[in-house]
C-alpha cells in the first residue's frame, strides 16, 4: 500500500508515521523551520528505504554550500539508488533523485531544470516548487524562478495548504525581476495564508529596500516579530535586512547593536551568516563607521572556508572577510582556488570565470588601495555578477564598493553612471546614492573649474 502525501500525490512509503514525520518535514522547509532536519530525521528511521526523504536530505545537504556536506549528499544519492533498486519509484521521486545526481555532477542548472520538467506534471507538490524556487535563487537566476512559479500558479487554491507560501514564493520572484507594486501586494497576501512565512515576510522587505522606503521596511519588520522566530539561520537574514533599514537613516549605531545582539548572535560559519555580517560591516565602513575588531572573528571562520570552493557567492563573502581580517594568505589561496575552478567545465567553472574571478580580483585591488584597477575589475565583472546568486539586495554591497572605487580613483562620470543604473534598477534612489550623487557633483564642478583658464584665473584673484 502506498500512502500520499499532504498534496495529494503518492509516495512509496506506507508507515503512517513516516508520513506524518515526511508532511512535518515538507512544512518545515517551506517555512524555513529550523525543525526541518529533526523530522527528517525521524521519517527516515522510520523508513529508511524512503527513497525521496533521501534525495531531499541531499539537495538539502547541497543547498547549505559546505564543502563537508557534499559527501553527506553523495551518501544520501547512494542510499535513494539503492532503495530504488528494490522499490519502483514514482515519476516525480525519481526526479528528485535525477536532480540530486545532477547537482553533484557540477551541474546545478540541470538539477534545477529536471525538477522543474517534472513539476509541470505535478504543480501542486510545493515541496518541488521550493526546491526549484531555491536552486535557481543559488544560481541568481530571476527569471528562471519567476517562470518556474508562474507556470504552476493557477493550480493552486486558497484552499491548498501551501498556498501561502506560493505566494511567498512569487512574491520575491517578482521582486527580483522588477514587479515591485505586485510584489508587495503578493507578499503581504501571502502571509494572510501563511504566517510563519518568513520567505514571503522578507520579500516585502526586499521591496522596501529596493524602493528606498527604508522607514516603512523597519516599521514592516518591526511590527511582524513572530515573522521568524521559528526559523533557522535564515532569521539572521531577516535580522540584517532591519539593520540595513536603519543603515539607510543614518542610524549606524543601531544597525552595529543588531549585528552584536541577532545577526551574530551566533557565531556560525554558515556562509549565509558570514555573508550577512561581512557585507553589514563593508556597508558601515563605507558610511565611515568604525567597526572595531569585529572583521577578525569572521576572518579566523573564513580562513578555515577558504578552499570549499562550492559556491561562489560564499566565496566572494569569505574573501571580503579574510581582506577586510588582514589574513593575506588565506585571500591567497581563496582566490588561487576561483583560478582553478575558474578551468573547470561545470556550472561553477562557468560562474568563477564570468563573475567571481574578476570580481574576487577586484575586491583584491580595492583592499591594496588600487582603485583604478579595482575599478576595472569590478566593473569587468559587474553585467554577470548575477550568476553568483543571492539576491539584488545582497549583491548591492559590490555595487558599493565598485561605486567607491570609481570616486576614490576620480573617475567621478563613470561613478554617476553606476549609481544612477544602480537606481534604475533598484526603482529609487536611497540615502547611499543621494549622497554620492552630491560628491560626484562637487568633483564635477572642481573639475570644471581646473578645465576653465578664465575661472582658474578668477580663483586665483
Known amino acids: 500500500m502506498r500512502l500520499t502525501d499532504q498534496f495529494g500525490y503518492e ?26 532536519p529533526a523530522h527528517l530525521e ?46 519502483p519509484l514514482t515519476e516525480r521521486e525519481t526526479a528528485v533523485v535525477n536532480a540530486l545526481a545532477a ?67 512569487r512574491a520575491f520572484s517578482l521582486e527580483e525581476t522588477g514587479d515591485y507594486r505586485l510584489a508587495e501586494a503578493t507578499g503581504r497576501r501571502g502571509l494572510e495564508f501563511a504566517g510563519d512565512d518568513a520567505w514571503g515576510l522578507h520579500a516585502v522587505a526586499h521591496v522596501h529596500d529596493m524602493t528606498g522606503r527604508s522607514e516603512e521596511g523597519t516599521r514592516w519588520l518591526e511590527n511582524h516579530p513572530g515573522g521568524w522566530a521559528h526559523c533557522n539561520n535564515f532569521g539572521y537574514h531577516v535580522w540584517w535586512h532591519l539593520a540595513l533599514m536603519h543603515l539607510d537613516q543614518g542610524r549606524a549605531d543601531k544597525a552595529l547593536a543588531l549585528y552584536d545582539a541577532d545577526i551574530r548572535k551566533d557565531k556560525t560559519d554558515d556562509y549565509r551568516d558570514i555573508s550577512n555580517a561581512a557585507s553589514l560591516l563593508v556597508r558601515l565602513e563605507l558610511e565611515g563607521v568604525d567597526v572595531g575588531p569585529r572583521w577578525d572573528e569572521l ?15 560564499a566565496d566572494l563573502h569569505y574573501l571580503l572577510a579574510l581582506l577586510n581580517g588582514g589574513r593575506r594568505m588565506g585571500a591567497d589561496r581563496l582566490l588561487d582556488g576561483l583560478k582553478t575552478r575558474a578551468r573547470s567545465e561545470t556550472d561553477n567553472g562557468r ?30 565583472g559587474r553585467d554577470n555578477l548575477h550568476l553568483v546568486g543571492g539576491s539584488h539586495a545582497q549583491r548591492d554591497v559590490f555595487e558599493r564598493i565598485t561605486i567607491d572605487a570609481a570616486l576614490r580613483a576620480g573617475f567621478s562620470t563613470e561613478a554617476e553612471k553606476l549609481i544612477k543604473s544602480r537606481a534604475h534598477k533598484r526603482g529609487a534612489l536611497d540615502r547611499f546614492a543621494e549622497q554620492r550623487l552630491e560628491i560626484c557633483d562637487k568633483m564635477l564642478r572642481a573639475q570644471r573649474v581646473m578645465e576653465n583658464n578664465k575661472l582658474r584665473a578668477a580663483g586665483r584673484v
Open 11 to 36: 509516495l512509496t512509503l506506507s508507515d503512517k508515521d513516516a508520513l506524518a514525520a515526511w508532511n512535518a518535514s515538507v512544512q518545515a522547509f517551506l517555512a524555513h523551520g529550523k525543525s526541518t
Open 42 to 87: 525521524t521519517c527516515l528511521s522510520l523508513a529508511p528505504d524512503f527513497a525521496l526523504a533521501h534525495a531531499a536530505r541531499g539537495l538539502f545537504c547541497l543547498l547549505l554550500g559546505r564543502a563537508e556536506m557534499c559527501a553527506a549528499a553523495r551518501e544520501a544519492l547512494g542510499l535513494a539508488r539503492a532503495s530504488a533498486r528494490h522499490t
Open 103 to 169: 547537482w553533484l555532477d557540477g551541474f546545478p542548472t540541470r538539477s534545477a531544470d529536471i525538477l522543474d520538467a517534472a513539476l509541470v506534471k505535478v504543480p501542486e507538490d510545493a515541496l518541488m516548487m521550493k526546491l526549484v524556487h531555491a536552486i535557481r535563487f543559488v544560481l541568481g537566476d530571476s527569471i528562471g524562478m519567476r517562470q518556474s512559479i508562474e507556470r504552476v500558479f493557477s493550480a493552486y487554491g486558497e484552499s491548498h495548504p501551501a498556498y501561502g507560501y506560493l505566494l511567498g514564493c
Open 299 to 313: 576572518a579566523l571562520l573564513s580562513d578555515k572556508r577558504a578552499e570549499d570552493g562550492c559556491n561562489v557567492f
Open 351 to 380: 560562474i568563477a570565470t564570468e563573475a567571481g574571478l574578476p570580481t574576487g580580483l577586484g575586491l583584491e585591488q580595492y583592499r591594496k588601495g588600487n582603485y583604478a584597477s579595482a575599478f576595472s575589475l569590478l566593473t569587468s
